[in-house]
């Protein structure tokens, strides 16, 4: 049985006046779905530019923090 069917035959067993909730998470979900389109010439330019200049290496956040002189105290409202 494919998730479509199992989803089908699952909404047959709720009732009538609990479907709304089920309209609200699909329609919840579909929001959720991005369209994927191909990398256009700009996209091409940038990954080839990002992984030139990827070296490999790792910095911790508390690297970061202290490379400009913070702490996570500083980051505190």
Not at 15 to 24: E, H, T
Not at 43 to 52: R, V, Y
Request: hydrophobic share 40%; no cysteine; charged share 35%.
């Amino acid at each position: 049985m494919s998730n479509k069917e199992r989803v089908m035959q699952l909404i047959d067993e709720i009732p009538d006046y609990k479907l709304i909730y089920v309209i609200d998470m699909l329609n919840s979900i579909k929001s959720l779905l991005v369209e994927e389109v191909e990398p256009d010439k700009w996209d091409l330019q940038m990954i080839k530019q990002a992984k030139e200049e990827n070296d490999g290496e790792t910095v911790s956040f508390e690297e970061m923090l202290a490379k400009d002189g913070l702490t996570y105290e500083d980051l505190q409202d």
